[in-house]
């Protein structure tokens, strides 16, 4: 039993000296990536629940040129993240998104911030440099956060929320439902919009518990003031329900999966939206 213990602790330690070793491979393929432009930025269109037309667009990074073979975000961002590299990343897809969607004056655009990167406390400077940079109007940009990043530090989130509020921008509470926070403690964080998690929204059309909840929560955050958008929309039936329980918006793929930037103008054409 030793020797089964011993062999069992090196095994451990090889498992996870070679996690490592793929984390720090990974980390400078990122490095590199960003120099050779390796990333690009996706674009999932939102919809307006009552008009069904395209109002908004959320902006996703991709990795399609990385060398051995595409990740997805959830793999790589915290991998960036962890190491310091999602400064870079991030201010990249604001930047791209902003210079892409910048011709599309009917559309406003959605991005992805990490918790990591509104640390940095010159993040509101940053964003709105960029907004210069690519005259990028501030009142088309929402912001999408998660509730770890208010948790973490709820000083600072109230006044980057605040500083970027007054610059015009919007500020979205991303994953709604998969954490712990109720609706009551983030409103007074001043969001603006709510969107509701597609491992709690993709439920309504198959499970009472789910749907009660989203229900509540759409009645709540309305009240409140707040955009509600719901993610993970992939049939009609969920879209039905997700329109009657009173979402302003919907995004999943029963409408449309990312799209490069091109494909995004074809789907506008062909839509004459
Ligand atoms: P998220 O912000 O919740 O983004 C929505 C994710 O759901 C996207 O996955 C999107 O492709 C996927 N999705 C959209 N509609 C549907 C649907 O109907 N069904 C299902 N099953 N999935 C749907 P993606 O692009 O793989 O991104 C995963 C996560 O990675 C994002 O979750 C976000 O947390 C992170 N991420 C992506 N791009 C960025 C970025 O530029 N910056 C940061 N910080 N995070 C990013
Ligand atoms: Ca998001
Ligand atoms: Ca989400
Ligand atoms: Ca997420």
Redesign the pocket.
């Known amino acids: 039993s030793k020797i089964t213990g011993k062999g069992r602790v090196t095994h451990y330690d090889a498992e996870l000296n070679s996690a490592r070793e793929r984390r720090l491979a990974i980390e400078s393929q990122i490095r590199s990536g960003l120099d050779n432009g390796e990333f690009d930025?996706?674009y999932?269109p939102i919809i307006d629940a009552r008009s069904q037309k395209m109002v908004s667009v959320?902006?996703?990074?991709?990795w399609p040129r990385r060398p051995d073979g595409a990740l997805?975000?959830?793999d790589f961002?915290t991998i960036a993240?962890t190491s310091g590299l999602?400064y870079g990343?991030?201010q990249f897809?604001l930047r791209r998104a902003c210079q892409d969607l910048e011709p599309y004056s009917d559309l406003k655009l959605s991005?992805?911030?990490?918790p990591a990167?509104f640390r940095d406390p010159e993040f509101e400077e940053k964003v709105a440099s960029v907004l210069a940079m690519t005259r990028f109007p501030p009142t088309r940009l929402q912001l999408?956060v998660?509730e770890n990043y208010v948790l973490e530090n709820p000083e600072r989130a109230r006044a980057a929320i605040n500083n970027l509020k007054m610059l015009g921008i919007a500020v979205a509470l991303?994953?709604f439902g998969t954490g712990y926070s109720s609706i009551g403690y983030l409103r007074r964080f001043n969001f603006d919009t709510i969107?509701i998690?597609?491992s709690l929204a993709?439920l309504v059309d198959n499970d009472d518990q789910a749907s009660a909840l989203v229900s509540g929560t759409i009645r709540i955050a309305s009240a409140l003031g707040m955009t509600v958008v719901a993610?993970?929309?992939?049939n009609e039936k969920q879209m039905k329900l997700l329109r009657l329980a009173g979402c302003d918006q919907l995004?999943?793929?029963?409408y449309s999966?990312?799209l490069p930037i091109e494909a995004l103008k074809a789907l506008r054409q062909q839509r004459h939206c």
Do not use: C, H, M
Not at 111 to 114: G, R
Not at 231 to 234: I, K
């Open positions: 930025v996706w999932q959320e902006a996703l990074v991709r997805a975000p959830d961002i993240e999602i990343l991030g897809v991005v992805n911030i990490s990167q999408e998660t991303d994953d969107k998690d597609k993709g993610e993970g929309v992939e995004q999943g793929f029963w999966q990312p």
